[in-house]
Every structure is written in C-alpha cells, then in structure tokens.
C-alpha cells in the first residue's frame, strides 16, 4: 500500500466533516470544562471510566436508533 505524501495532501470531504466535528467537539469540551484532552488531572483508572460512560452513552444511542428503526419499518409494512 502506498503512504500518503502529507506535504500538501488534501483529506477528502468525508474526512474534512470528520475533522470539522472534531474541532467543535474539542471547543464545546473546552467551553464546558475549561481544559483540553491534554489535561494531566487524571488518573489511568478515571480516563478508562470516563470511556466507559461515553460508550454507555453510545449503546443507548444505538438502542434508541434500532428501536425507532424497528417503528419505522412495522408501520410501512
């Protein structure tokens, strides 16, 4: 596989929106909590809680999804 010559490379537009979010996401934490991912306030074990929560957050976003998905098809049927 070829790398990518980065001097000067352009991401695509999916990759752009993904970056776009990133930033907004980083200044909405900032914004909230007064500091950055750089935060050395933490330990190992509150990082690994702290994921934890944020992916419960995800699998009852998903739930959400599938269960309204599951609406939408019964009443097309």
Known sequence: MNKINYEGFQPDSVVQSI?????AR???????????????DLTIEEWITHAQEELMDMLLYMEKLRVEFE???KAQK
């Open 19 to 23: 970056n776009k979010k990133f930033v």
């Open 26 to 40: 980083a200044e909405v934490g900032y914004a909230k909590y007064g500091n950055t991912m750089d935060r050395d």
């Open 71 to 73: 609406k939408k098809n």
